[in-house]
């Protein structure tokens, strides 16, 4: 006998009632304003620190579940409510993955409640990789990290673009080159505190969905930090470089860690818009009537819902199989990680299209839901890795090849 089960327990469900209420009755009614606004909704992000939604101990305790659901549940509901604010309220998680993936225990003590604040005074965090030259190729990254023995400081210096809360967080987390010979092997991240002089946020960008997640440039001129703000400390830098250099393998790298991390959240975000529009149109579909009937008793409106329902399902199963391996120390042999953000991403895009379809020109403006989840969907396909660099990774994970 094996004690495989697929059922959910008492804690999943009792997590996963609370968070969809929270969707269903702040997230959604405040959904259109501040995809408008365009704004980081700070009225928002305190309401859900209020209630311990925006929180070290709500992360705590979603990502401590053993079984690696809990986070996936509660993603899934939040972005059901509305991926940008979700993503207002996660994107100081990328931050928080970069000091567990990479921090030393004395760091993460150190670092972590820092990004969170308290619900009176409320911190954001961010996570800085990609720069204008280096988005999926992030070897190639430009920004230079100089380590100052005489004041044991390191000097950073660079521009970082599209950063999720850039300029605005009270902590960046920097992936920087300290070697520049070694691409991505030569890389390190650091910690910017609150107060930090020599960063600044550069332009902010206008988007097509997400709106209420703030999305700038990040710039460093001479911006200097602790020794104690290299993550992982410099003797383990220090010994990482060296065995490069000598050509052994490095351990991990930096950015690619956080990602592989944190990729199972991403799919489920994008679950949760699809899943999102894929009930508002089986509902619309139910009453809309054209030609005397409902139009779900054409079938080519019904086989559209039947197959947003599998897809919608399929990706829901990769998700959690993915968490699950990562939250039972299983390694993704087969590029598992990113499948769920590949197939979770791809499918949110194609639900909310045909939810489009299915609503007809309602589906096309704005007073209706469906067109916002549609935008919202397609960044699923790009950030944290596009569908391009996912399938790379699979494809180099299922052959061994190193394929371009
Ligand atoms: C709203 C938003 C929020 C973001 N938040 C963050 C953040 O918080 N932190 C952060 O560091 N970054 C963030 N990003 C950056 C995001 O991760 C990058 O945009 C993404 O990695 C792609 O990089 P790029 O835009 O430079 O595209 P490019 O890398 O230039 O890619 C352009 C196209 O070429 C394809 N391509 C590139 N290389 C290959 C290849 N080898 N094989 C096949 N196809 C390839 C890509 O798939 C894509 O279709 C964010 C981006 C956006 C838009």
Not at 71 to 97: I, K, P, Q, R, S
Not at 119 to 147: H, I, M, N, Q
Not at 156 to 171: E, P, Y
Not at 253 to 268: D, K, L, N, S
Request: glycine share 10%; with cysteine.
């Amino acid at each position: 006998m094996t004690d495989f089960s697929m059922a959910l327990n008492e804690d999943q469900t009792t997590l996963q009632a609370w968070v969809h209420g929270f969707a269903e009755q702040v997230m959604r009614p405040a959904a259109h304003e501040w995809d408008e606004r365009e704004e980081t909704p700070w009225p928002f992000i305190q309401e859900a620190a209020k209630i311990g939604i925006y929180s070290l101990d709500f992360m705590a305790n979603a990502f401590s579940d053993k079984t690696g659901l809990s986070m996936m549940l509660a993603l899934e509901e939040l972005a059901w409510g509305d991926a940008g604010l979700c993503m207002a309220l996660m994107g100081t998680t990328l931050g928080v993955a970069a000091i567990m993936g990479n921090g030393t225990p004395e760091q993460q003590m150190e670092w972590v409640p820092q990004c969170f604040g308290t619900p009176d005074d409320l911190k954001l965090a961010a996570f800085g990789v990609s720069e204008p030259d280096a988005g999926s190729d992030v070897g190639s990254l430009r920004t230079r990290a100089v380590y100052d023995a005489a004041t044991d400081e390191w000097v950073l210096n660079g521009t970082k673009t599209w950063i999720t809360n850039g300029g605005i967080a009270n902590l960046h987390v920097i992936v920087a080159s300290v070697d520049p010979e070694l691409g991505s092997r030569g890389q390190a991240s650091f910690i910017v505190p609150e107060g930090t002089k020599g960063i600044r946020m550069g332009q902010k960008f206008k988007k097509m969905g997400i709106r209420a997640s703030h999305t700038a440039e990040v710039i460093l001129e001479d911006c200097r930090v602790p020794g104690k703000c290299l993550l992982g400390g410099k003797e383990k830098l220090d010994e990482k470089l060296a065995r490069v250099r000598e050509g052994g393998k490095a351990s991990s790298q930096a950015a690619m860690a956080t990602f592989e991390a944190t990729r199972p959240a991403v799919g489920a975000q994008a679950l949760g818009i699809a899943r999102a529009a894929y009930e508002y149109a089986l509902d619309y579909a139910k009453e809309r009537h054209q030609f005397g009937r409902a139009i779900i008793e054409n079938q080519s409106i019904a086989f559209k819902l039947a197959d947003m329902k599998v897809q919608i399902d399929a990706a829901r199963l990769l998700v959690w199989r993915a968490s699950w391996m990562a939250a039972t120390r299983q390694p993704f042999l087969n590029g598992e990680g990113s499948m769920s953000k590949l197939f979770a991403g791809e499918t949110a895009v194609k639900v909310t299209e045909e939810a489009i379809q299915i609503l007809g020109g309602y589906g096309y403006v704005r007073e209706y839901p469906v067109e916002r989840w549609h935008r919202d969907s397609k960044i699923y396909t790009i950030f944290e890795g596009t569908s391009e660099i996912q399938r790379l990774v699979i494809a180099r994970s299922i052959s061994g090849v190193h394929i371009k």
